[in-house]
């Protein structure tokens, strides 16, 4: 499989989905679009509030389970560290969720458990 931009060329196939084979899959896919899209959307929210983020980095874990003799993707767990100077904790975390309802791709995947440990590391 490769991106037409180019950005990415390797395997993807049913073993490194369900296997312990090498390459990616829809999910760690999923996942990079959602913590990218989530890093994004709480940088910009941030800094237009006049709180520009030294850092922000996210991971995305998706949890693929069965349901009802189906594969489904059940659980996205967004995990955030940010290094933001002048905010507290509590102000970052409503943030931190703001962003997490209203990133694209969390509103494209409104259908899964979204979930959020969000950490402010000053």
Do not use: Q
Request: charged fraction near 20%.
């Amino acid at each position: 499989m490769s991106f037409g931009s180019g950005a990415y060329k390797g395997s993807y196939s049913f073993k490194s989905r369900f296997e312990d084979g090498t390459g990616t899959n829809p999910e760690e896919l999923i996942g990079a679009a959602h913590a990218g899209c989530y890093s994004m959307a709480l940088s910009a929210d941030l800094a237009e509030a006049g709180h520009a983020p030294e850092a922000v980095t996210t991971n995305a874990d998706v949890a693929l389970e069965m349901v009802d003799g189906d594969p489904a993707i059940t659980t996205i767990t967004l995990n955030v560290t940010a290094n933001i100077p002048d905010i507290d904790e509590d102000e970052f975390l409503k943030f931190a969720e703001g962003a997490k309802k209203n990133c694209p791709v969390s509103k494209a995947l409104a259908g899964v458990d979204i979930k959020l440990n969000a950490t402010l590391d000053n």
